[in-house]
C-alpha cells in the first residue's frame, strides 16, 4: 500500500487553511476591540468609555499577533500572490496601518491626558471605524477581483460601489462584535445600552449579510454556479439556514437578558458570513486568476517554514487562552484603564 503524500498538491491546502485560521482569529479577537472604538462616541459619558477600554486593555495588543501571522503566512507561503495583490491594494491597507497606529496611541495617551481628553476620544474612535472599514474595502475589492492582472488597474482599482458596502458591512459586524463583548464584560446602564445596540446592530447585520449575499452571485457568474447548481445547492444550503438560526438565537438571547451567549452567537455569525465567503472564492488566492496551487512557493519553502508555524501557532493559542482566563470577569463601576 502506498503512503505516499503528493507535496505539491497537499502543502499549498495546508498553508491556505492556516492563513483561513489566523485571519479568523483575527476578524473574532481584533474585531471585537474595533465594534468597542465604533461605539466609543455614542455611549452615554466618559465614565463608561473608561469602563469599556478597561475591558480590553489587557488583550487588545495581542489580538493583532493574528494580522502578523496571516500578512507573514502570505508573504511565505504564496509569494506570487502576495506580489500580485499588495500593490493592489497599497491605498486601503496604508490606511488600515495608520489608523491602527493612531488608534494605538490614543489608547495610551487617553488614560493619561488631562487636557485634552476629548482629542484621544476621537482619535480612538476614528482609528477603529476607519481600520475596520479599511478591512472591508480590501475585502470587498477582492471579492471583485481587484487584484487580477487582466483588469485594467489604477491606484484607485479598489473602490468600488461593491467594496464601499462591503467595509459598511464590516463596522456593522465588528461594532454587534463589540457590543455583545460589553454585555459580557460590564453591567448596570452601560450593559443595558449595549444590549439595545446590539438589537439594532443585529438588524444591521443581516441587511449586510442579505445585500453581499444576492449582490456577488449575481455579479459573478462563476459565484452563482457553485451557490445555485445542482447539486452544490444542496450541499450549500445549510450555510443561509444556520445564519437564520443563528440570528434567531442571538435575538432570543438578547431578549432573554443573557450574557454570555450573544458574544458566541455574534461570533459565530460573522464565521458564518466568513465562511460564505471563502466558499464563494475558493480555490483562488487571486480571484478567478490564480489557485493556491499556482501561487504557491516551493514545497521546500512551504515545508520548512511550515515547522515554524506548527510550533508558533499552539504558543500563541495558549498565551492567548491564559490571557483571557486571567482577566476574566466583570469590569466594575471603579475599574478604569490607567
Known amino acids: 500500500m502506498d503512503f505516499s503524500f503528493d507535496l505539491p498538491h497537499l502543502l499549498p491546502l495546508i498553508w491556505a487553511l492556516v492563513i483561513a485560521f489566523g485571519v479568523a482569529m483575527y476578524v473574532v479577537l481584533d474585531g471585537f476591540d474595533l465594534g468597542i472604538g465604533i461605539l466609543f462616541p455614542f455611549v452615554p459619558n466618559d465614565r463608561d468609555r473608561d469602563r ?9 495588543d495581542g489580538n493583532e499577533t493574528w494580522l502578523v501571522l496571516g500578512g507573514a503566512s502570505l508573504f511565505g507561503a504564496f509569494p506570487q500572490a502576495y506580489a500580485q495583490l499588495l500593490p493592489a491594494f497599497y491605498l486601503p491597507l496604508a490606511l488600515f496601518l495608520f489608523a491602527l ?20 476620544n476621537a482619535a480612538f474612535a476614528c482609528g477603529s471605524t476607519i481600520a475596520a472599514f479599511s478591512q472591508g474595502l480590501v475585502l470587498g475589492a477582492f471579492v471583485e477581483g481587484a487584484g487580477a492582472s487582466t483588469e485594467a488597474s489604477t491606484p484607485f482599482s479598489w473602490l468600488s460601489p461593491f467594496s464601499v458596502m462591503v467595509g459598511l458591512g464590516l463596522v456593522c459586524g465588528y461594532a454587534l462584535l463589540g457590543a455583545t463583548w460589553l454585555i459580557l464584560k460590564t453591567e448596570g446602564l452601560l450593559q ?3 444590549d439595545r445596540a446590539a438589537k439594532r446592530l443585529l438588524i444591521g447585520v443581516l441587511v449586510f449579510i442579505g445585500i453581499v449575499s444576492l449582490w456577488t ?13 445542482w447539486p452544490r445547492i444542496a450541499y450549500l444550503s445549510p450555510v443561509p439556514i444556520l445564519t437564520g438560526v443563528l440570528a434567531l438565537a442571538l435575538w432570543r438571547a438578547l431578549a432573554a437578558g443573557r450574557e454570555r451567549a450573544p458574544f458566541l452567537y455574534s461570533i459565530a455569525l460573522i464565521l458564518l458570513a466568513y465562511i460564505g465567503l471563502g466558499v464563494s472564492l475558493w480555490p483562488y488566492a487571486v480571484p478567478r486568476e490564480m489557485t493556491i496551487w499556482q501561487a504557491a512557493a516551493g514545497p521546500m519553502t512551504q515545508g520548512f517554514l511550515l515547522i515554524g508555524v506548527a510550533v508558533m501557532i499552539p504558543l500563541i493559542l495558549i498565551y492567548t487562552a491564559y490571557t483571557y482566563r486571567v482577566f476574566r470577569g466583570k469590569v466594575r463601576e471603579e475599574d478604569t484603564y490607567h
Open 101 to 120: 497606529i493612531f488608534r494605538g496611541i490614543s489608547f495610551e495617551f487617553r488614560a493619561r491626558s488631562e487636557r485634552s481628553p476629548p482629542l484621544w
Open 192 to 194: 443595558a445600552w449595549c
Open 217 to 229: 452571485p449575481f455579479a459573478e457568474p462563476e459565484i452563482a454556479a457553485r451557490w445555485f447548481s
Open 52 to 60: 469599556m477600554m478597561a475591558s480590553v486593555a489587557p488583550v487588545w
